[in-house]
Every structure is written in structure tokens, then in C-alpha cells.
């Protein structure tokens, strides 16, 4: 089993920024992938960035430039620096790991962009 535990969501006013962070415990061993994702209402899930052992670093169209992606490794820790963050922004972000084949997901933290 593997245990996700997310933080540092909020509101915020446009062009502000929020760092999340998504800490992992259990059984990680074998990761193949971490990152973000996020729904709005009425939305479906989408990727927002990940790491991948396969392709490396993804980001979504929509964030790229202004979001970043980060980890350590020493805490199984992965980070979501958001900076410039729009009205468009607001969502529930999840963090995701996957662990030999099997994904996990966080319980999720509200970010709410509005003035």
C-alpha cells in the first residue's frame, strides 16, 4: 500500500502563486511515475505535470511556463511551484504515484484562484 499525503492548497488572488507538496510512504518502491493532476466542477480529471521514467517531465499546455515540478527524493516528497496562477486554475489537485503498475491518488487540496 502506498499512503499520499498533499498540502499547501489555498486561495489565492490572480497572479499570485501556491506551492503544493505531496509526501509518499509505504510501499514506493518501484515508482514509475509522479505528479499533479486536477478537476474542476464539471470537469474531467487532467494531467497537469508528472515525472515518468519513461518520458521524463510533462507538463500541460495550459501551465507550462508558469507551473514546475519538482521532488525529492531523500523525503519521497514530490512539489507543484504554481506561479501566475489564473481564475482558470481553480481546482481540486490531486497527487499521483505509480508504483509497479498500480496507481495511487491523494486525498486532493482545494486551490481557489479569485480576487
Known amino acids: 500500500q502506498v499512503q499520499l499525503v498533499e498540502s499547501g492548497g489555498g486561495l489565492v488572488q490572480p497572479g499570485g502563486s501556491l506551492r503544493l507538496s505531496c509526501a509518499a510512504s509505504?510501499?514506493?518502491?518501484?515508482?514509475?511515475?509522479m505528479g499533479w493532476y486536477r478537476q474542476a466542477p464539471g470537469k474531467q480529471r487532467e494531467l497537469v505535470a508528472r515525472?515518468?521514467?519513461?518520458?521524463?517531465?510533462n507538463y500541460a499546455d495550459s501551465v507550462k511556463g508558469r507551473f514546475t515540478i519538482s521532488r525529492d527524493n531523500a523525503k519521497n516528497t514530490v512539489y507543484l511551484q504554481m506561479n501566475s496562477l489564473k481564475p482558470d486554475d481553480t481546482a481540486v489537485y490531486f497527487c499521483?504515484?505509480?508504483?509497479?503498475?498500480?496507481?495511487?491518488w491523494g486525498q486532493g487540496t482545494q486551490v481557489t484562484v479569485s480576487s
Open positions: 509505504g510501499s514506493i518502491f518501484g515508482t514509475r511515475a
Open positions: 499521483n504515484v505509480v508504483v509497479s503498475g498500480t496507481g495511487y
Open positions: 515525472f515518468t521514467i519513461i518520458d521524463g517531465t
